[in-house]
Each structure stands twice: as C-alpha cells, then as structure tokens.
C-alpha cells in the first residue's frame, strides 16, 4: 500500500481549497510577522548578545522550519514569491550559520555552545527533525538543495556524537521528532545511514541503555512494549508514527503489533469525540483510559494533527477504514478548531467547554478563551499551517489493482497506476453535505470507497470500505446520508454520562453563550424535537437549530429546591465545533443534556 | 432574644447523646495524644530548640486552646477526670510561659520573640482569640481563673501594642477569631475595654487604616459596606460571627444589615446542599455565585461548623426559621462529615464527590479520600470535638413569653423564664424519623416550633414557627413526615444541571462505590421507582434503596456511539452524606441522574 502525494493532488475549489487559500493568503504571513517580532528569524543568524530583547529559545529552530516546510509544500502547488523569497532567505541564514563541524541550533551557538546534547530535554535533536523535514519538503517543491546540504552535514555530525564517538550526554531524544524526519531524509536519499539513525534512537528508547526512563518522554518501556499511550501527547503521537514508518520499511512484525495497539488504546479509551488527545495539562500528558475532561482539556493542536499523522501511516500497514474515520474526525473538529475562521491566530488547546467566569478560580489551569496569533511556544502555527497545506495526503492510498479513497475532498489527482497514468476526482460537500461523485479515467481499478462510520445507508464491503470495479471514464456517486445524530460516550468516561453530543456527518456540534445564553450546562436537547439545518451570515457557516429546553433561574429564590418540571421552551443555535470561539469570549459546550418526553 | 446555653440543656439519649458520647470517650483523648505526638502541648513549654523535631508553628496555641475549650464543655456536663487533669496541665503550663509583659505564643516565644506583632498573618490574634474562648469555657465550667487571668493580662498587652502605644506593625487581625471571643469576654467580665478592642478591630478592618486591603482577609471594605462573602471561608465567618455579636450589644442597624445580606449572599448563592461553604482549594475561599464544584469542593469542616455559628447568633437578631434551616442542613450533612463514624479521624475538607481515580492526575488539587486523625495545619478536628460538646447551644432561643424550638434534638433543659424555673423536654427520633414530642412544664408561654424547610404537612404560623400556646405539663407531637425528595441546584450551579440529590429530612444521601460499583456519574434514579428505607448492619445506619438504572460498560467497543436506551436496572443503595469514606477509598457521588420513564 502506497499513499499518494499531496503534489500530486490539486484541491481547487471546495472546503479545503478555501482553508488552503486562506492559509497561503494570510495564516504564512501573519505567523512571519509574529515570528520576525519575536526574534524567532534574527535569531538564526546568532548575533543575539546578552542583555538584548528576544532571547532565543531551544525550540525556536523548529518554529522556522515549520514555517520553511509549510512554505514548500505551498510553493509545490502555487506560485507565492513572497514567501518563497523570505523562506530562502532563512535558509540561507542558516546555512551561513551552520558550525564548521556541521552543529546548528540557534539557541546553543548563541548561549551554551559549551553544552551542546548535555540536556536531553533541550529539543536540538527535535529541531533538528523539523529542518530536515523543512530541507526534504523544500528540495521536493523548489529543487534546491541548500538547506538539504546543511540537515545532512549536521546528521553526520549526530551519527558521530551519538554513535561513533558516543560524547552525547543522552540516548535518545527528549522529544521525538527527528525519527520520522530521517525517514523521510532516508526515502529521499535512499542512505541507509539515516534509516539506521532512525532504528538506533528508537530502539534505544526505554531500554537500559536509554538516559532517564519516564513515561513522560515515552522511554518507560522499550517501544514494542509499549501497548498504552502516556506521557507527551505530542512526542508520543511522533515516536508512533516513526514507529510505523520504520515497521514498514523494516517489515518489523512486533513493531507494526506495538503501532496497533496504541492506536487501540488512544482511539478506544484516550481520545476526545473531537479526536483531539492528551487530555492532560500537567505535562501536556495523556491521562488514564477514560478521563477525558472537557472544560480541562489540554487537547493540543500539534497533538491532534499528529495522530492525524500516526493514522495515515498505520493504513499502509492495516487497511482497516477505521484510521481514515479517525482522520475525519479530527480534520473537521480537534484539528480545526485550532485556527480562527479568518486565518490570523491559533489555539493551542482546544477545550470541550468554556466557561469564562471560572477563570476567577485561583490556582487551576483552564485553557485560555479565545485564539492568539502567536505564542511563547509557538509550535501550532506553523504546525496547522504545514497541515492544512498538506491535506491532499490523506485523500488517497494505493495497493496493487486498487485505490481507496478515504477522506472526501474535492480534487482531482493524476498519478501512475498498474504502470499507466491515470486520473481521479472527487466532487463532494464535505463536511456539510454526503453527495460525493468519483470519475475515474485509467486502467480497470478496484475503488475502495470509505464508508464513513456516521452513515447507515451503504453496507461495506471490505474492512470498512465499499468496492467498486471502475474503468476508464466511469463515474460513480454516492450520498452519504448527513443525519443529525447524538452521540453519547462509554459510560466510563464519567464527565459525559448523562450528556450527548450533536453531531451531523463528520461534523461535532457546539453550543455557544453568544447564541443561547449563559450557564449552558443546564440546557437540554428536546428528544424527537426538530433539528434543522439553517445557515449563519455572521459566521458564514451552516449551523442547526434544534428544538431544547432550559430551566430559567430569574424567578428562583432558593439556592436548593425540589426537582420542578418547568421547563422553557426554546431554538437552541448549534454551531461547527471547529467555529467556536470566533466571536469573542464565551461560553461554549459540546456535551448537552437530552430531554426525552 | 437570648440563647439557652449548652450547659442548660441535658442530652442523654438519641443521636446527638451518641455523638457527644463519641466525643467524650474517643474523639477527645485520641486528639490529645496527636498533638502530644506532634509537640503541640510541649511547645508550649517554649523549651524546643533548633535542630530538634516538632518546631512550633504559629497557630499551635489555637490547637491546644481549642482542645481545653472542648475539655471544658464536656467538663460542664459530665465528669471526665482524665481530661480535666490534662487540661489543667495544659492550663499551668501556658500560665507559667506567658511572658511578664503578658505575651503568649509558644511560637513566637520561642522562635522570633523580636517579631511580636509584625506579619498579619501570623496568627497571633487568632491564637490568643482561641485561648480567651478556652478560658472563658474553662471558668464556666470548672471555676477556675488561672487561664482567665491569663488571657485578660494578654488582651491589656494587646491593647498596648494596638491602641496605646500603636507598636504592632498591623492594625487588624489576619485571621479573624478574637472579635467574637472579645465579646464573651465581655459578657463574662462585662469589661466595657473587651467590647471595646473588638469593635476596634472589626471598625478598622477595611478602612484606610488597614494594613493591607485584601479580599482574602475580608479586608476589601469597611465591614459595613460588605455584602458578599469573600476571601478564607473560616475567616469570613468568623468576622461575620463577631459582626452580630456586636451588632446585638450595640444596637447597630447598618452592622445587623451588612450580617443579613452576607448570610443571603452565602445560602443563596455561594452555599453547598450539605451547607457547607468555601468552595475554593486556592486559599481556602469562597467562590463566585453559583460555583461549587463537587469533585473540587474546599467546603473546610471549621468554615461549615463556623457558618452554623453564624447563624445562631444571626436568629438572635432576626427571628426567621431560616437561620435554623441552614444549621440543620450544616450539622447534619456537611459539618458531620467532618468525624469518622468511630469518632477517631477528620476531614479536612468535605467534597461532595470522590472519583479516586483523578488522584492520578498531576497538577490538580483533589480532596484527601479517607479521614486523618491529625494534620500539619490541625485546626478542625478540637473544633469539630467543642462544636459537638455545645450542640446543645442551638435548640432554643427565649425572648419575652416565648420559646423558639430550633433543632429537634432529644434534651432537657432547665431554665429561667419570666421569672419563674422552666422545664422543657423533646424526644424526637432526627434525623432518621421526624416525630417530635415536646413536653412544658412552667408558666404559660408561646413555643415556636420551627416547620422544617423541607416538612411539607404544617403550615407556619409566623416566620417559618408553628406557634402553640402551652401551660404546665402540656404535651405536644408533631410528626415532620420525612419523604425522600430529590433536590435540584438553581440552574446557574453549571456543576449540577442535570443532576439531583437524595434527602429525607434533613439528610442528603450519597452513593458509594463500595456498594454501588465504578464510574457512578452515570447511574440514574428511576423517576417513580421504589425508594425504601432499610438499615445497612456494618454502618450501623439507616440507608435508602432505591430503583435506579445504569448503563453497561462491559459490551461496549467504541468509545463514542449513537444514543442507545439500553440500561440495565439495579438497586441503589444510597447512605447518609454523613457517613460517606468510612469503608476505605472508593467513589462517592451525592448529585445523581434522574431517568424519567
């Protein structure tokens, strides 16, 4: 099973081409800007002096690199010479910057040369993954090598400190990234040399050869013994998808039976309906199957965009739909929810429910309101910005005689199949409407169309999906019926018992204060109420209107009473879960009570 | 209006007889040997040294005082040499440490004795509150004014340095505590300089001539001017406690105004069902209206006990029934919680709920599960043992030719009334079973009978009374019928919408996991189902089964699923609030679904 490329898939009009529009024509920018304000960029060329503004920061590498992959992957697409102009003037700083021993962290040469892989919690080896995704994604989209040139010095500079003279204070990376990079480093150039890096940091992880072994940076267990996922969320989600990435070209069994796993326990007992992870604040962790917190959550973007990432891996491995479904899910909701409508600014949690007053409480940590255009750790921006420029990934793999389709974005793509060129398109309303229509112009195929989980009108054929034999210029439609359903959690997950969720094809629905008043928590969905679908003109979005009650606190004197029946009635005004918080603060709520009778 | 005093009242037999019992011959010495252990009564020697263990710490003194002020109530009643011994002890000991100036602190004494008076919030002024109460007790009940003595050359000493010479570095108290024991120094002495030093204190609180003017020490305002209840529960409530008191001997309107709205403001919105308050762990505070989480509940067994202290003085200002609902809802429910049903280990704080698996998370603060027998900061559990030994103190109130019953509690009492000797009885089975009987022997006289809140078979006959007129050796019964209702939270309480608490009478209900299983927030009560009374063999206590449902987890594959109506029914067994963590850590819930059909 292969997947194929965004490059080579053309997303022209539809609801991802417009979020990619967006992302090119004002989200680059406007995180250039923010980046340049906070000496993210004038740190690369090391001249930051003591007492100066901006100090750079450990991480700040990897912040630019995103910003640099982001631009390739834009630039392998459309014509955008702002940013092409401004990403090779990084690159070019950098590379001038690069240490003659081929070192480069902006942080380190500037402010500890000294302690360069003393602290394994420092992020160089986290930094350096993201430039060598930056130089794999530039040299692919604008053919230039520079930047190639400078990750390929400097990982030979890592083989020697970390394997051949072994000076390096630790074992493995404090925060994984770097793996997946050498991967694509290693698909790239076919070096051995990068894949065995890949292997080595791996598989030293949580052995006894490893530096500390906390749960925290996933080194409690070797990785193959590794069935529950802790710690991090984001490093977790990048060691799984190294993990599948190096199952698959190592054909490691354990491995690829360790990735499943993982999935199983994240999907299964650690994942938010939104399909955002890490539930946990302390530590940006994962928390313990079934505690999922809404208005606690941690969620963090760059988490669930990664296991985004860790499913379209796993489904070169195991065919199963269910990765693609949990692709879906995240896409339209966990992921989405972390950048504003007008592209410009960035959650990096993304809660379940808001209540503002209770950041009147001291001492407890709840997820900041409304989205920020950059931040301290600034790690999201360029993460949503690399992400949504790169969607196309997930449309499409294929394996012998067949192509799956698994997410329904509007496109067309041309590539080579059973040795001829052939070429597919996909029109659809996704996330709003099911009308999908396929047309097929290549060889005889087998198309295996993912069923979405949400829908009962087909039946699947095979491991989730529906299969159709196809030849040249066969067109095939589908209407993947968009009910609007609530959906309730394991009864384990004690936050929600009681509560529902209204959700409608792929899309998770929300309640906000601005349109249905506060204290949102005592609504409820009147059961076989109408639920109607209705289109707001300030949000630019459709959104449902559903039959609800609520309990009005006006008349009450008593802070206790017995259970009344007096209910108002009322229109409640559900909104996309991905379009909350766009108009000011407020309260907003996923999980609502539901009314029967 | 005027109290009828404990030491009027003989409670021989019945619950509140058990728990006094409990007090006496367990609570009592098993607190005294804790604080031995941990050198509060040593420190008192002011002969600890540094480098040796049990440092003193500044509010020791109101441990020990607190515990001879209990000595001495149980000493007003019954015989009890064994604590009347080591409270004498206690007593020699303080007496022989005070300082020839007449300052007392064992720690400050021994620690920073150059420090006297400078940080606010070092206790001092509580401390020496505590032990003023301690021998204004000591002396009713035993005759002796050794520690009397003591504290009136302490209070000439505090006058020195906080009026006279103006040497102390902070104008008022940082805790609040000795306002309120002033005033029974007063009363005992009637001293006009004790009634004058705490109209100081409470007049200056606030002002521009208030060190610091901070929420926490209810020193944002001008006493007067305070009409929410903010900052440390305990404090809160100990000022407002003095704020009757001295709005009774001074006649002060805008005072006895301010009191009426903080205790509006508390029951009407910043109140738990179980009457307990203080809903923040950060500094033990209130919260804002209508935030009382259940799972994050403070709810300080000294703030519960204090807001009942409140109200007794608040009913002898204003003669509405509510004062006395609050303290039957408090000393039934969220003050009893506080002792472990052997009468040997406290609550600190008193959650409404308990999911013992969330103590995995990091980062949060979550409630103790099981009750400890002493803590670093051990100020609840000689208030709890004093606060029981004084029960007695909230039966009934006198004034003119009537005499209000408040709480229907099994005593005898003898006393005074216009002019003649009184006798009054009540046999009652509260709080399991609500027939009363009261029996008059003196003058003709008015009783007010207070109609519990939740009784709905009389009607009252004058703010919230049923008044009877009664000669020698009459009889009355009443029958308050307890039904079991369940409660619902005014809809701004976002923690209970949707949820529902089980009482009878005047007790809430809790579910625990010992009897009920796991991941009790989804178990629902059946809405017309059975709900009987039945008696549980090893808590020694009446309990409620009840026809409820919950969902299975057991079956289940996915973590999110279209709504199903699958549940399967099951008998709930449902214990007194009160009697919540008596059976090792597991889950406990009191606000429940309700399934209607």
Known sequence: MKNISFDKVNINSGFWA???????????????????????????????????????????????????????????????????????????????SQDEDGYYNQYFQTCENDRRFTNRDAHELYCLGHLIEAAVAWYNAVGEDKLLNVVEEYVDYVIKCFITDKTAKFASPGHEEIELALVKLYDLTKEEKYLDLALHFTNIRGTENDTDRVFYNQSHLPVRKQRTAEGHSVRAVYLYSAMVDLALRTDDEELKEACIDLYKNITRKRMYITGAIGSSASGEMFSYDYNLPNIHAYAESCANLGLALFCRRLNLLDESSDYADTIERIIYNGFLSSISLDGKSFFYENPLEIDP???????????????????GCSCCPPNITRFISTIGDFIYNVGDN??????????????????????????????????VKVVWNGPEAELMIRLPFWCDKYTADENGYIKKTVRNGDILCFDFEMKTVLYEADPRVQENAGR???????????????????????????????????????????????????????IREKLYQPVSDEYVNLKLKFIPYFAFANRGETEMLIWTQLKRG
């Not at 991480?59 to 910003?67: G, M, N, P, Q, V």
């Not at 697409?77 to 990403?87: C, F, N, Q, T, V």
């Not at 590539?415 to 309303?429: H, L, Q």
């Open 402 to 435: 067949r192509v799956y389709i698994n997410q329904f974005i509007s496109n067309s793509a041309e590539f080579d199949f059973m040795g001829e060129k052939a070429n597919i398109s996909i029109e659809s309303g996704f996330p709003y409407d099911g009308k």
């Open 357 to 375: 007053a209770l950041l009147q409480r001291r001492g407890e940590h709840y997820p900041i309101t409304q989205r920020l255009e950059v931040f």
């Open 18 to 96: 417009d979020k990619q529009k967006l992302v090119r024509e004002v989200s680059m920018m406007n995180v250039c800007k923010r980046f340049e304000e906070t000496g993210r960029f004038e740190g690369a060329k090391l001249n930051w002096k003591e007492g100066q503004p901006n100090k750079p920061h450990v991480f700040y590498d990897s912040d630019i690199a995103k910003w640099i992959e982001s631009a390739a992957y834009i630039l392998a697409k459309h014509d955008a010479p702002e940013l092409r102009e401004y990403a090779s003037n990084v690159i070019d700083t950098i590379a001038a």
């Open 500 to 554: 529902f969720a209204l959700t409608r094809g792929p899309l998770i629905f929300c309640l906000e204060g601005v349109d249905n008043g506060s204290y949102l928590r005592d609504v409820s969905v009147k059961a076989d109420g109408n639920m109607i679908m209705g289109y707001d003109k300030d949000l630019d979005l459709p959104i449902m209107i559903v039959d609800g009650y609520r309990r009005k606190h006006s």
